[in-house]
């Protein structure tokens, strides 16, 4: 049986709580489940929901007049069939999303855990067969029924069987049978292999709105009330139930697991009943439901309810074992302390002090007590009620003031025989008698006080009521204070003080702190819970092992060390309290009212659901996701499928940084310009300890793969080689210039010393020829003075003989052509073939001529040349005279130069 129906069995049966006994102190109707709202504005669709089914990974879906709407426990979206007809109806099946509407109807298929490509059925149909409007699907071993108002269609193999059994309401599948009521016959039993039998006696004479199987027979649901089909005959399901629903017009019915119905109406909500009829609660508009029409209910895979209504859509938590008391147009504001006493229940809130009236079954303002309760202490001589406006006494709904001082705080009893009690108040303390209407304020402290507890004999612990402690000690007869030691250090901020057992706990947002011996001590964990800021702990009943961890957004309950299931309820954060009301039950005080939570036994195992993490525009289906370096902007989309509270997230990506992200409600996380390499994303959710990874590589660039790498190796090897072979090609080159160079400096150096050599020889033939050609000229010149002194001598009979021989000896040494050839032997070898190459240029010279250029181009002057051509300086001057004629040359041209240059 689900936790929350043994609190509410509980709740009615047990005297001293919300029974019919004259202890009754909640009425049923007043404490429902939690329930969450989601209005178009949050699904972005239309207002109206047809109904609703759910995947088994715990998505939900929802037949909306505006498509399918998917919600996976963080973002809904959109989903249309062709022509964007209303959706009437959704169920999943296999790994199919089955929908229909008007005048359509077929399935989605799933693509990477979203709704994939749509495969409408119905055109597979006649084109008669394809108006109809499909309002419900059932499922029968593998065999998918979709149901008109008129048709049944047989979905199987891949192929649709159409039948026509009359006018049909919302048939139900059990088991192997689908249950289809028909108007004015009644309802038939059909099976997938064809067989139809109409149940007997089954017509109960008023449209059937709903058939569901609920412990022994069948229930049969008309507009006004539900009746049980067996044996042939209806009998009342139960008489209460239908005059609760008597008018209320049911519209959908549904056989919770718990073994409870669920009623939806279209005037007065939903009506939840126990397993034999009793109803266990209402709601309604004004009582946590958005609107009174209900159009559809569903039971998810948690156990809780979901409601399908014409404005919105509800979740009915009924999975937690927590009731929320729901005073519809009467709220008694935010609770402060709550205590049963004397069968009767007390809540202080910030209106008032309230109590439950057993006859109007509802809470009264006592008399005398509006405003601020901040403390309820039963005693013998009543309740002790801390109020803003002072102290009261509060037997049944009478109050009566015991002391004047404004805000009583904190009472703490001096002696349990005693009617004195010591009192922190917004003035410091005071000492109260509850017989005497007293007050005594103790002097030498003048500080708002909010918390009190005795430390040690004549010793108490005082918190001010914003900031800061003080250790004060008291005299024996406890009226007066002897001395107050101011506590600075921590600086305590809104501190609370609980007591677990011997141990005084201050605690603040800022941390926990263990007083013993004067003196603050942090503590870093609690009976094993690691502690940080923001959390505060509380004591469970007394005598028990039960304590519970307060956080911002939930309550995890314990038992000594081991953790229960948490809760997401938020406790007043100014100071959170809850009080025990007997052995099993607590009472949570809220922003608005309370709520009752009962402890488990045995404790349910915590929801373990996996959170579904999905890296965007990835079609991997493996743990390894592989990515082109052109893929390294991701984004990664994830969501915990929990859809009963509010989830945080935080994520990091390892192989880009270590560190968590700060927790965020928003399910998607994008990084751009990745490098490549391997990475890790994973992702942990604030509930159940949620969490996934996902592991992928980014692949480098095309330019920095290993095959680019061993082309660029082999091109660096290539390019090694090529300046390998360009600088051995160098070095040949340069060697062979070298050798070149030195070949030629050889040459130029056996040339120069060959031209050395020949300059040498030149110069000692021109030497010699020089010589030679002095000899000649001497000689000649030495003949010529002695022909010529020898033609001086006069003679009569003429010269002598010998005179005469001598003369022609002398003319024919001066006509000597050996002297001449030996002169041109000596000259061709200075002036190599200079005369030949004259008389080549000039054939008409003659060898007197030529004689004559080879004196001038040895640079000799007239008066030289005279004796070797044994004539006169006027004889040379002619013979120049006429060379020039002979060699074409201009008067202004220089005979010598010319000769000297050719």
Not at 140 to 155: A, G, K, M
Not at 375 to 391: A, F, K, V, W, Y
Not at 410 to 439: C, H, K, W
Not at 686 to 707: C, E, H, K, N, Q
């Amino acid at each position: 049986m689900n936790v929350w129906t043994i609190l509410l069995v509980w709740i009615s049966l047990c005297s001293p709580l919300l029974g019919q006994q004259p202890g009754e102190t909640v009425p049923v109707s007043m404490l429902t489940p939690r329930v969450r709202s989601f209005q178009g504005e949050a699904y972005g669709a239309e207002n109206q929901n047809w109904d609703i089914t759910q995947s088994p990974e715990g998505v939900l879906f929802v037949a909306n007049s505006g498509g399918v709407l998917r919600y996976d426990g963080l973002n809904w979206s959109v989903h249309q069939l062709p022509a964007r007809p209303t959706v009437r109806t959704v169920r999943w099946h296999g790994s199919r999303l089955y929908v229909g509407g008007y005048g359509e109807f077929g399935y989605f298929r799933m693509h990477d855990g979203q709704l994939g490509s749509y495969v409408s059925l119905s055109n597979t149909l006649p084109q008669p067969e394809q108006g109809e409007e499909i309002w419900h699907i059932e499922v029968i071993n593998d065999v998918v029924v979709f149901q008109s108002f008129t048709r049944l269609y047989w979905y199987e193999g891949g192929e649709v069987r159409v039948e026509a059994p009359g006018d049909l309401m919302f048939a139900h599948a059990a088991h192997d049978k689908l249950w289809v009521p028909v108007t004015g016959e009644g309802i038939y039993r059909y099976t997938p292999a064809g067989g139809k039998m109409l149940l007997p006696g089954s017509d109960p004479g008023d449209p059937v709105v709903g058939v569901v199987e609920a412990g022994e027979g069948m229930l049969v649901a008309t507009r006004d009330g539900i009746h049980r089909y067996r044996d042939g005959e209806y009998e009342a399901w139960s008489d209460s139930a239908n005059r609760i629903l008597t008018g209320q017009q049911i519209n959908r019915v549904l056989a919770l697991r718990s073994g409870g119905v669920a009623v939806g109406t279209i005037m007065g909500g939903v009506y939840v009943f126990g397993a034999g009829g009793e109803l266990e609660y209402q709601l309604s508009y004004g009582n946590g439901l958005s609107n009174n029409t209900v159009l559809s209910l569903f039971e998810d895979r948690d156990g809780n309810l979901w409601a399908g209504l014409d404005r919105g859509l509800n979740l009915i938590v009924r999975s937690e074992p927590l009731l929320f008391y729901r005073s519809g147009g009467r709220p008694i504001g935010a609770t402060y302390a709550a205590f049963r006493y004397r069968g009767q229940l007390y809540v202080g809130t910030n209106q008032g002090l309230f109590r439950y009236e057993t006859d109007r079954r509802t809470f009264a303002l006592v008399p005398g007590t509006a405003g601020q309760v901040w403390e309820l202490q039963p005693t013998p001589s009543g309740l002790l009620c801390g109020h803003n406006d002072g102290t009261f006494l509060i037997n049944g709904d009478e109050a009566r003031r015991v002391s004047g001082r404004s805000g009583g705080w904190r009472s703490m009893v001096i002696d349990p025989d005693s009617t004195m009690f010591l009192q922190a108040n917004y003035a410091g303390l005071s000492r109260i008698d509850l017989l005497e209407p007293a007050e005594e304020r103790l002097e030498g402290l003048l500080a708002p006080l909010r918390y009190l507890e005795c430390t040690g004999e004549h010793e108490v612990l005082a918190l001010h009521g914003s900031r800061g402690a003080y250790a004060i000690e008291l005299a024996e007869d406890l009226r007066s204070i002897v001395a107050v030691d101011t506590l600075t250090e921590p600086d305590l901020v809104r501190p609370i003080l609980t007591r677990f057992g011997d141990s005084l706990l201050v605690q603040t947002d800022e941390g926990i702190y263990h007083y013993r011996h004067g003196a603050f001590d942090t503590l870093g964990s609690f009976r094993g819970v690691r502690l940080t800021p923001g959390l505060y702990l509380l004591p469970g009943r007394e005598g028990s092992q039960e304590w519970f961890v307060v956080q911002r957004d939930r309550v995890i309950p314990y038992r000594g060390r081991e953790r229960q299931t948490a809760f997401p309820v938020s406790l007043r954060r100014s100071f959170p309290y809850l009080t025990a009301l007997d052995d099993s039950t607590y009472l949570f005080s809220l922003e608005e009212a309370f709520a009752l939570y009962r402890t488990e036994t045995p404790p349910s195992p915590e929801k373990s659901p996996a959170i579904m993490l999905k890296l965007a525009g990835s079609e991997s289906k493996d743990d390894e996701t592989i990515l082109s370096y052109g893929e390294n902007d991701v984004r990664f989309t994830y969501a915990l499928p929990v859809l009963d509270r509010e989830v945080r997230y935080r994520s990091r990506l390892l192989g880009f940084s270590d560190a968590w992200s700060e927790w965020s409600p928003l399910g998607e996380r994008s990084y751009t310009n990745l490098e490549e390499g391997d990475y890790r994303f994973e992702v942990k959710a604030d509930w159940f300890g949620s969490g996934a990874r996902l592991s992928f590589t980014i692949r480098p660039p095309w330019y920095r793969t290993a095959v680019a790498y061993v082309v660029y190796l082999l091109l660096l090897a290539g390019l090694v080689w090529f300046f390998y072979q360009q600088h051995r090609h160098r070095l040949e080159l340069q060697a062979r210039r070298l050798e070149a160079i030195r070949s030629r400096q050889l040459q130029r150096q056996r040339i120069e010393a060959r031209n050395e050599q020949l300059e040498a020889e030149n110069k000692r033939k021109s030497r010699e020829l020089a010589n030679t050609t002095l000899t000649l000229a001497k000689k000649n010149e030495m003949l010529l003075d002695l022909k010529e002194e020898l033609s001086k001598t006069p003679s009569a009979s003429g010269p002598p003989k010998n005179q005469q021989k001598l003369l022609l000896l002398i003319d024919r040494n001066l006509n000597n052509e050996e002297d001449w050839a030996i002169f041109e032997s000596h000259f061709n070898e200075v002036h190599e073939a200079y005369l030949k190459r004259l008389r080549q240029t000039h054939p008409e010279l003659t060898s007197g001529d030529l004689r004559l250029a080879a004196y001038l181009r040895m640079d000799l002057s007239s008066k030289e040349i005279a004796p070797l051509l044994h004539i006169s300086v006027r004889g040379v001057e002619n013979k120049r005279y006429r060379l020039r004629k002979k060699l074409d040359l201009e008067s202004n041209d220089n005979l010598n130069q010319y000769l000297q240059e050719f």
